[in-house]
């Protein structure tokens, strides 16, 4: 059974940091992609960065490029997104996905391509 489990949301004034995590299990990281999409009140879900292990490469939005950071730690099953500069636009549910990278990966952070969705943590940006 696959799991994704977040943890690390909360409360922070605008220009702070966070750092979420996602446990991962019941998938090898060799086969899916792993990363964040969010969810704004109101909005549909967007990708926010994605990782794939089995080739190292990274995508971010380009609304989080330069202040948001995504790192894997294989041997933990764990996938890090380490967020600074937060604005009040950061404010969203943050849910932690799984993409199976084969067949035909695009990387484009489309949430047709998820397989799997974590339960989420909501991240709350105040100005």
């Known amino acids: 059974e696959v799991q994704l489990v977040e943890s690390g949301g909360g409360l922070v004034q605008t220009g702070g940091s966070l750092r979420l995590s996602c446990a991962a299990s019941?998938?090898?990281?060799?086969?899916?992609?792993v990363g964040w999409f969010r969810q704004a009140p109101g909005k549909e879900r967007v990708g926010v960065s994605c990782?794939?292990?089995?080739?190292?490469?990274?995508r971010y939005a380009d609304s989080v490029k330069g202040r948001f950071t995504i790192s894997s730690d294989n041997a933990k099953n764990t996938v890090y997104l380490q967020m600074n500069s937060l604005k009040p636009e950061d404010t969203a549910v943050y849910y932690c996905?799984?993409?199976?990278?084969?067949?035909?990966?695009?990387?484009?952070?489309?949430?047709?391509?998820?397989?799997?969705w974590g339960q989420g943590t909501q991240v709350t940006v105040s100005s």
């Open positions: 019941g998938f090898s990281f060799d086969d899916y992609a």
């Open positions: 996905v799984a993409i199976m990278t084969a067949p035909g990966y695009s990387g484009t952070l489309s949430p047709v391509e998820v397989d799997y």
């Open positions: 990782i794939n292990s089995s080739d190292g490469s990274i």
